[in-house]
């Protein structure tokens, strides 16, 4: 009964090849969140959707793609990966999109390697 | 960028001591919250104090705001070995309404 759970946990892959990255979260929340942790632990949010509609857009490559099919579940694909994509990517929840107000709640993350 | 920042980067403490972490901003926010991660964890919420509060209190954790000095700090009494972990702060915008996290501090409270 994971709150937010994201697949898979890790992810290693070569340079050049498309991924995706699964979230789904069974807390009924209306607004998620991607957010990717480099290796010094910087957390930038890179999307936020709030009942499917994208309302965040960090400055992000657009080889990254959220797709939101239903308000349970952020998926995360990347394209034509390369190297300084390696990172730990979290996925979060949040109860309504009222900006700071709400806790998030965070999944466990996905650390992606890329070789 | 409105990226928090937060100070020290790393604290190594004895079990029982008090541990403060500091956490600065740059613009006007609306609530600053602060998150703990434990290593190879997801962040967990533990305490949000919105702009027109000063003190914060929640079991061992005391968070205080200084928003003319747009500074924070986050105090754990009585650490623990348990408490061992990296601290966040998290803050928004009040024109914009982006969200941002601090650099976070490590914690090691050693038994």
Known sequence: DTAVSQTPKYLVTQMGNDKSIKCEQNLGHDTMYWYKQDSKKFLKIMFSYNNKELIINETVPNRFSPKSPDKAHLNLHINSLELGDSAVYFCASSQAWRGSTDTQYFGPGTRLTVL | ?111
């Open chain 2, 1 to 111: 960028s409105q990226q928090g920042e937060e100070d020290p980067q790393a604290l190594s403490i004895q079990e029982g001591e008090n541990a403060t972490m500091n956490c600065s901003y740059k613009t006007s926010i609306n609530n600053l919250q602060w998150y703990r991660q434990n290593s190879g964890r997801g962040l967990v919420h533990l305490i949000l104090i919105r702009s027109n509060e000063r003190e914060k209190h929640s079991g061992r954790l005391r968070v205080t705001l200084d928003t003319s000095k747009k500074s924070s700090s986050l105090l754990i009494t009585a650490s623990r070995a348990a408490d061992t972990a990296s601290y966040f702060c998290a803050t928004d915008e009040v024109i914009g309404n982006q969200f941002y996290f601090g650099t976070g501090t490590s914690l090691t409270v050693i038994p």
